[in-house]
């Protein structure tokens, strides 16, 4: 039987309405990880041996953003940052404010703050497509607001983008909606679901020499989207046999069995799943079952809290998951990952580590370098955009350059490469990313 925890139903809504396999679709844990999954098994970088806060990883932070260990002066004017995210309604995702709130308090408390001011975010929480309208609307009538941070939306994406008309840079840590990759002055510097998308075919056909592939998708338009975009780019390098078959966003058993079989499971070189953290269970149920061992490429999605739980600490073997660069369950100490899981610890020890929260605490971060770079008495919206667009990297726990408006049809993806973790013998390797410098491009393979 298939348990299902609230995490797993929230992971169902996200998948059904926020369109699953974007970047924001990436690796979720909760704080109390095993010690199976958080071994590292390949890869040159140091990691951390626990997620206690310690004077490497303050460092780090200080390096990272060009700030000073110490308090920020609270006697000083804040540096307010507008922060919007889906945080109530049928599809919450807290973690990504959770993310947020724990860069703030890491900055302001051990890195000096900016340039000694404090930094603020002034948040707003969307729960309906008009609440993009009124935070647009908040954020560009506060002259004292330089720019915006973007954990993830659900709706309220287009309203948004037509209030601000790019008068403010976006920082989107998890790009979801259509909008997000083309909105004036919006960016991110993590990948997208294309990017993915592209990237994991590429793998299953270079990497794997995968002859003949399956695609599991649930029907959506998005999944829909992204198992053609897969199927295409397994055709163009030579995979002769590709075979897509959707599920339910809440099929089960019987059904996920089904699409196993119609997808030629047990006679594909490898098996692309596009799914619901549900579905993923089925799929990890159903393929143990039957005995199944096909290499299986996956969004991050499938590295959810829910799977880890119903796997006693560990995740599926044989499984390939796109991840930004860097697995934040091997927290190694120069992507930023050991001082993020050391910093939720600190200032939000119940929150879920997920990718919202990873990447939402980078983004911030990777603000706060900007700001400091821009100096605080010299920062405005036009100076921080600037900046921002400018930026090539090294960004927070993402692999490889980062260029934005490098593809001209997604111009707000700055992220060029990627990378892919597998666990196998109930440990985690990087077979390509950022800790063994063998990042994926997926648009320059």
């Keep these: 039987m298939i348990r299902r925890s609230r995490s797993a139903v929230r992971w169902l809504a996200i998948g059904t309405a926020a369109a699953i396999g974007l970047a924001a679709c990436g690796s979720s844990s909760s704080s109390k990880t095993s010690s199976s999954a958080t071994t590292a098994a390949g890869g040159s970088a140091k990691v951390a041996s626990n997620d206690s806060m310690s004077a490497d990883k303050v460092s780090w932070g200080t390096t990272f953003i060009g700030g000073k260990a110490g308090k920020a002066d609270t006697a000083q004017t804040p540096v307010k940052i507008g922060w919007i995210n889906q945080d109530g309604g049928a599809v919450s995702l807290p973690e990504a404010t959770d993310g947020a709130k724990a860069a703030e308090s890491f900055i302001n408390e051990q890195l000096g703050g900016l340039q000694g001011h404090p930094l603020q975010l002034v948040t707003c929480s969307v729960t309906s497509e008009e609440d993009g309208q009124k935070c647009g609307t908040q954020f560009v009538n506060d002259k004292d607001v330089k720019g915006i941070a973007q954990g993830i939306l659900v709706v309220g994406n287009q309203?948004?983008?037509s209030v601000v008309n790019g008068q403010l840079p976006d920082f989107v840590a998890s790009l979801n909606a259509t909008?997000?990759?083309?909105?004036?002055?919006?960016?991110?510097?993590?990948?997208?679901?294309p990017d993915i998308s592209q990237g994991l075919a590429i793998y299953a056909a270079k990497d794997l020499a995968a002859k003949a592939a399956g695609i599991i998708y649930i029907d959506t338009a998005a999944a829909a989207a992204a198992a053609q975009r897969s199927k295409a780019t397994l055709q163009q390098l030579g995979v002769s046999k590709v075979t897509t078959v959707a599920v339910p966003a809440n099929a089960t058993g019987p059904a996920v069995a089904s699409a196993l079989q119609a997808a030629g499971a047990d006679k594909v070189d490898a098996l692309l799943v596009r799914a619901t953290v549900p579905v993923c269970i089925s799929i990890i149920d159903g393929m143990q079952s039957l005995g199944l061992k096909t290499p299986v490429l996956s969004p991050a999605t499938c590295m959810a809290t829910p799977i880890s739980d119903h796997l006693n600490g560990a995740f599926p073997e044989n499984w390939y998951f796109a991840t930004s660069g860097y697995n934040p369950f091997v927290p190694d100490i120069p992507s930023g990952n050991a001082t993020f899981r050391a910093a939720m610890k600190q200032y939000k020890p119940t929150a879920s580590i997920t990718p919202f929260s990873n990447q939402s605490f980078?983004?911030?971060?990777?603000?706060a370098k900007l700001i400091n770079q821009v100096g605080v008495s010299q920062l405005t919206p036009d100076a921080l955009t600037a900046a921002a667009k400018s930026f090539t990297g090294p960004g927070m726990a993402v692999t490889g350059t980062l260029k934005c408006g490098f593809n001209t049809t997604y111009p707000n993806e700055c992220a060029e490469g990627?990378?892919?973790?597998?666990?196998?013998?109930?440990k985690w390797t990087s077979v390509r990313g950022g800790e063994d410098n063998n990042p994926l491009y997926p648009w320059q393979s």
């Design 159 to 161: 309203s948004l983008y």
């Design 179 to 193: 909008q997000d990759f083309t909105a004036k002055n919006a960016l991110s510097y993590y990948p997208g679901s």
């Design 362 to 367: 980078g983004i911030i971060m990777d603000m």
């Design 418 to 426: 990627m990378g892919i973790a597998n666990f196998k013998g109930g």
